[in-house]
């Protein structure tokens, strides 16, 4: 089943107001593709509008104005073909006056819109010790150059990978510091797949919750649960999923928990409570004032400035009249979806629980487990480890759960060049730790037969107090 | 049941998951009249297990207890018969999102091994997805087939045995992934390329060894693939325990004027401890399975 020509094309083709990513080398940024709007990617001003029409994947050379333009001829590595270079570093000496080009030089040389490529050639040529670097030392200069002075950038198209490394790279705070292998981990451990309904309290911008959308393909369903007056969900949109997947996607105000398990849930939502009633009284007098005006009309006499009155407070009764049905339908669909999202976790059978936010995860994770269907999965992400050992502990203590394991990843990249292979950097500790397990049939059994937890060892001297 | 979507009870035929305690775990296929002997006892599937919710507790003969667990491929992958050495959830998890993997995701694998990767695109790519997945020993195809018979995947998989380095995939131009776990990865990455879609795609390279690594790393680049990142991702257990420390004695307060205080805090007594939940790491930790190499081939 091959490709076929152009309409698998047009998947492939950036449309306007796509949510795309631009990158140029391990920098990421995510904008929305707007007509005529500028966008800074690495202290530069791009307009994307030349995109349109371009296929993902497709580099552009940012030209002088912002405008893109294709980019003509892939940059190759240049073949070391007579490569002229030294042994080793012994006789290089490092005054900072090798490079003959100056700062203005180098301006000038992009003021008359040379490209990156040409740049580092004219670096290369005006430089009094590069021939005498090493081969190595050669390819890292002109790595580092090319970095410095590359003018391309990449349209890609977003997905949880690119989403997860831009935000960690750009902003941690926003997603508490999870780091994209953590959650990968995540989505891994807590099964989340298609067609199964999966419970989320994230505060990560929505990247956790943007990531288990895309890998539920818009199958099954999600239910969000949030704290406060509504759910954060900026980092979902850039995912730029087709309008289906926000189907299956329902949010829940934690604060409704308690009168959700009551079964007292009154259906108002208490973020727009307080609106709707401050608006019914302005509608209130309003529609008194409507129903009142007509007879007050009657009753006056009619004089010219009466008349262009009359009519001003007719417009502006109209206006009033459709901004409040038009709050209405939107406090009816609010208390609409309420109501579905709350039908939804009546069943107390989701499949899959994944909780990543700058809340103590414990009692958020005991109150929640109890929405799980038995053996099903669940996994817990904190910044810190010791929120998660208390989880661990009163999930021991109340039983209900299995398998449970306090983890953290390490990633170490690798440099792999021909006799230059190592490690690059090694980021432990920096992604935060995870608490997963998988929910049995629940008895309160305190004290098992088979205790999971081997008992501390018996000190040899007196110990304990009384 | 099926390993790509979940059931509530436990039915003949089934695949289950006996959960016996901390780590232990087995699989369980459920048939009328079977029994399943285990350190606590015997399990007779009739009345035990067929018919009961997953996540129930199961007494057995002796007494104790285990629970049963519905499959998942993270369940199945310690719990799996071995016949050859396999990926555990740390990588898979990696693989999963590096390799961008989603419903509908066209996936080509070799070695297919003893499956413990392909259950997990499996589950992935499900429902809308495909996976094709390459064994060069005969019975290890047959046994992965077999597998995916019972587990209700086959219609999302199709197992070939074949040698990759030699014949490739089977398909050309349709993979969204390619995944290699193979001695010499480098001698299939024409394959792999031919097999991925014109419009690009992603590859994965699994080797233990850094000279396999560099081989690969070099073919790729020969190929034309992009963004040729090679890393390893460990796992650090967290044991939770509760440990205690004794104070240390210093012996009898001797200060030469009483303390007016004195009364009110009296001296603590020799022979305390504090007790406190901390976390240890497991006397071995798996220091290194193998180093992941990820590629991006461009648009042809």
């Not at chain 1, 831009?166 to 953590?182: A, N, Q, S, W």
């Not at chain 1, 129903?291 to 009466?306: C, F, I, L, R, Y």
């Not at chain 1, 920096?430 to 000190?459: D, I, N």
């Not at chain 2, 590859?203 to 690594?213: D, N, R």
């Amino acid at each position: 089943m091959a490709d076929t020509g152009d309409d698998d094309d047009d998947r492939y083709r950036i449309k306007e107001g796509d949510y795309v990513v631009l990158k140029r080398g391990d920098i990421y940024k995510s904008v929305q593709i707007l007509p005529k709007k500028k966008v800074i990617f690495e202290k530069q001003w791009i307009f994307l509008d030349n995109a349109v029409g371009c296929l993902y994947g497709d580099t552009f050379e940012i030209g002088a104005g912002g405008g893109l333009q294709p980019q003509n001829t892939k940059t190759t590595e240049s073949p070391p073909d007579s490569k002229v270079a030294g042994t080793d570093n012994r006789n290089i000496i490092d005054d900072g006056k090798s490079q003959k080009l100056t700062k203005d030089d180098i301006e000038k040389l992009k003021d008359q819109g040379l490209r990156g490529q040409e740049i580092v050639q004219q670096l290369i040529e005006n430089s009094s010790t590069f021939s005498n670097k090493t081969g190595y030392a050669q390819d890292k200069y002109i790595k580092k150059k090319k970095k410095k002075y590359e003018n391309t950038v990449t349209v890609l198209r977003p997905n949880c990978r690119i989403l997860a490394m831009m935000y960690h790279g750009r902003e941690p705070g926003k997603i508490c510091h999870l780091r994209y292998d953590t959650l990968a981990q995540m989505l891994t451990l807590a099964n989340i797949h298609a067609n199964s309904k999966v419970l989320v309290f994230e505060t990560c911008a929505g990247l956790v919750l943007g990531s288990i959308m895309e890998r539920m393909g818009g199958f099954g369903t999600v239910i969000q649960m949030f704290p406060g007056e509504g759910p954060v969900r900026a980092g979902v949109e850039s995912f730029g999923f087709p309008a289906h997947f926000y189907e299956t996607l329902h949010e829940f105000p934690i604060c409704h928990l308690n009168a959700l398990e009551a079964g007292t849930l009154n259906k108002r939502p208490v973020a727009g409570e307080k609106e709707s009633t401050a608006e019914e009284e302005e509608v209130l007098p309003g529609a008194d004032q409507q129903d009142g005006s007509p007879d007050d009309q009657s009753m006056e006499t009619v004089s010219g400035d009466a008349k262009v009155q009359d009519q001003k407070q007719k417009e502006e009764e109209k206006r009033r009249e459709a901004k409040a049905l038009e709050k209405k339908v939107k406090l009816e669909e609010k208390q609409r979806k309420l109501a579905a999202a709350a039908a939804q976790l009546d069943g107390r059978n989701a499949d899959g629980l994944v909780i990543a936010s700058r809340f103590h995860p414990c009692p958020v994770l005991l109150r929640l487990l109890r929405f799980l269907s038995p053996s099903r999965p669940f996994a817990v992400y904190s910044q810190y480890l010791e929120p998660l050992i208390e989880c661990y502990t009163k999930l021991k203590e109340q039983g209900g759960a299995v398998g449970l394991k306090v983890t953290d990843t390490w990633l170490r990249h690798y440099q792999v060049l021909p006799n230059r292979t190592h490690p690059r950097l090694l980021m432990s500790g920096g992604g935060g730790y995870l608490l997963s397990g998988t929910t049995v049939a629940s008895e309160r059994s305190a004290g098992s037969l088979q205790s999971e937890e081997p008992a501390p060892k018996r000190q040899k001297l007196k110990d304990t107090l009384g | 049941m099926s390993f790509v979507e979940y059931s509530e009870c436990i039915q003949d035929s089934d695949v289950a998951i006996i959960y016996l305690g901390h780590n232990s775990v087995m699989p369980v296929k459920v048939q009328h009249g079977a029994q399943t002997q285990t350190r606590y006892g015997v399990i007779r599937h009739s009345s035990d297990l067929i018919g009961q919710r997953y996540g129930s507790k199961v007494t057995c003969s002796k007494g104790g207890w285990v629970y049963v667990l519905h499959p998942t491929p993270e369940l199945w992958t310690v719990s799996l018969p071995h016949r050859t050495q396999i990926l555990y959830t740390t990588d898979i998890a990696t693989i999963t999102m590096m390799l961008d993997l989603k419903p509908g995701s066209i996936v080509c694998e070799s070695g297919t091994g003893s499956g413990s990767l392909s259950h997990a695109i499996l589950r992935t790519i499900a429902p809308t997805g495909h996976l094709h997945t390459v064994e060069f020993h005969k019975q290890r195809s047959e046994k992965a087939a077999e597998e995916f018979s019972e587990h209700r995947v086959s219609h999302l998989v199709t197992v070939r045995n074949q040698d990759v380095c030699k014949d490739g995939f089977g398909v050309t131009g349709v993979a969204d992934a390619v995944f290699l776990d193979i001695p010499s990865p480098w001698e299939a990455v024409g394959h792999a390329k031919a097999a991925l879609k014109k419009h690009g795609g992603r590859l994965c390279s699994f080797s233990p060894c850094i000279e396999q690594v560099q081989r690969t790393a070099e073919a790729l680049t020969d190929h034309g693939f992009e963004e040729i990142n090679t890393l390893e991702v460990l796992l650090r257990v967290h044991d939770v325990r509760t440990v205690s420390l004794p104070l240390p004695d210093y012996g009898p307060d001797c200060s030469a004027h009483p303390e007016p205080d004195a009364m009110e805090t009296p001296p603590p007594p020799s022979h305390a401890s504090i007790s406190m939940k901390t976390t240890t790491p497991p006397r071995e930790l798996p220091g290194h399975t193998g180093y992941l190499i990820f590629a991006t081939k461009p648009r042809t």
